[in-house]
């Protein structure tokens, strides 16, 4: 989660990503093609992912701030975390954008454009690893119109740990898997990381959903519950 500052100065480097995507396709002699220096043609909405992919992550840390349900003490650490995170996430897409860019201006530079590019995407991994396992030893709090409900004191931890775990394993298998991969697979690599992405969410929400029906049942059989 993070806060009006920090959405700001995201939102500002969202905005700067739009308008370089614009700039460069009303300058391009084919608005549809992007031609990279030393590589294959690429589509021109490509640059249009950089943004996109920043608001999806923004968006997603700006809601789940909207749903809270603690003081502020326990947010303040959120927030730092959530700041890093976010604009760390969004400058690093700025870059690499920013790499397509320049690549595709046809300069005669002495960069390999394609290593840098691959530099920055393992600087971005590192930055998320690095985020996402200090999540476990972030404060716990309940969120409202989450999937399965509440988790309680012992569950709730116990998720974030888990949770923190399975990322951690998976963002490794996924930088592993970009040096492995040969580069002649082009977007189908992209493809696979997406669909295991998508499953590591399925994955994350019926575990939640395991462990809110577990607490539910053990506040059921607890001192006082109904017959």
Known sequence: MIDRKTALACSALIALMLGLAVWRILTLDHLTTLAVHDGAPLPALLLFVFPACSALVVGALGWT????????????????????????????????????????????????LSALARSLGLLMALMALLAINQMPKLPWFERR???????????????????????????????????????????????????????????????????????????????????
């Not at 998720?159 to 040096?179: C, P, Q």
């Not at 295991?196 to 019926?206: C, E, H, N, P």
Request: hydrophobic residues 50%; glycine residues 12%; contains cysteine.
């Open 65 to 112: 701030g909207l749903f809270v349900r603690t003081d502020a003490a326990k947010l303040r650490p959120w927030h730092r975390w959530g700041k890093f995170l976010s604009i760390s996430y969004c400058v690093g897409m700025l870059l690499l954008q920013g790499v397509v860019i320049v690549g595709s201006l046809g300069l005669d530079m002495p960069l390999d």
């Open 145 to 227: 119109f989450q999937p399965g409900g509440n988790l309680g004191p012992i569950y709730g931890p116990r998720y974030m740990r888990t949770l923190s775990k399975v990322t951690v394993a998976f963002m490794i298998a996924t930088i592993a898997y970009g040096f492995i991969v040969p580069q002649t697979t082009g977007w189908r690599s992209a493809a696979y990381i997406l669909v295991a992405t998508a499953l590591l969410v399925v994955w994350s929400i019926a575990w939640r959903w395991h462990l809110g029906r577990k607490w539910k049942i053990e506040q059921l059989g607890g001192p006082g519950a109904k017959p």
